[in-house]
């Protein structure tokens, strides 16, 4: 009789998984352009979790420059255009801003972040998130962080730094 080697169930099960484990890739972002961008302003919407307290919705983007080091003046544009990768659509992300504490002079409301949920329809388009300085207290130097986060996990991120020039 003639004995053939046994193989426990559990390492045949985890030969066939292993293949489709290693391919499987989680939630992630694909990073398409950053830096200086010509933006249209749609509407403002209300931000609550931002010293400004509201928004702008934009639209029409289209990049200048790539830069990862912006000169902050008034009206200037920045940011960045990515494309969500294995986000199921109908789930939503966090889109948050990081930057040096920013004191709004009409509330007197101080935070170093903005943070807004966004419900996902298709994760494939390409989308845009920047910051657009409209008043002159926005302009902090120092490191920004623009962060997509997937069920509190970032998933994404593109730093920025920025100067404030001299007159």
């Not at 985890?14 to 249209?40: D, K, N, R, Y």
């Not at 494939?124 to 300085?133: A, D, W």
């Amino acid at each position: 009789m003639i004995r053939r080697p046994t193989v426990p169930i559990t390492a045949l099960l985890f030969l066939i998984a292993a293949p489709q484990a290693a391919t499987a890739a989680g939630p992630s972002v694909e990073v398409v352009e950053f830096g200086l961008f010509e933006t249209g302003q749609v509407r403002r919407i209300a931000l609550p979790k931002s010293a400004a307290g509201e928004m702008n919705l934009v639209g029409h983007v289209r990049l200048i420059r790539s830069a990862a080091v912006i000169a902050a003046q008034p009206g200037r544009s920045f940011g960045w255009r990515y494309r969500l990768r294995h986000v199921p659509p109908g789930s939503s992300i966090v889109l948050r801003t990081i930057h040096p504490a920013l004191t709004n002079p009409k509330t007197g409301r101080t935070m170093a972040f903005s943070e807004r949920r966004v419900r996902i329809s298709q994760p494939e388009n390409i989308r845009y998130t920047g910051y657009t300085f409209d008043n002159a207290w926005e302009m902090a130097e120092g490191m920004w962080r623009f962060q997509v986060l997937y069920r509190g996990r970032v998933i994404g991120e593109r730093s920025f730094k920025i100067v404030v020039p001299l007159n």
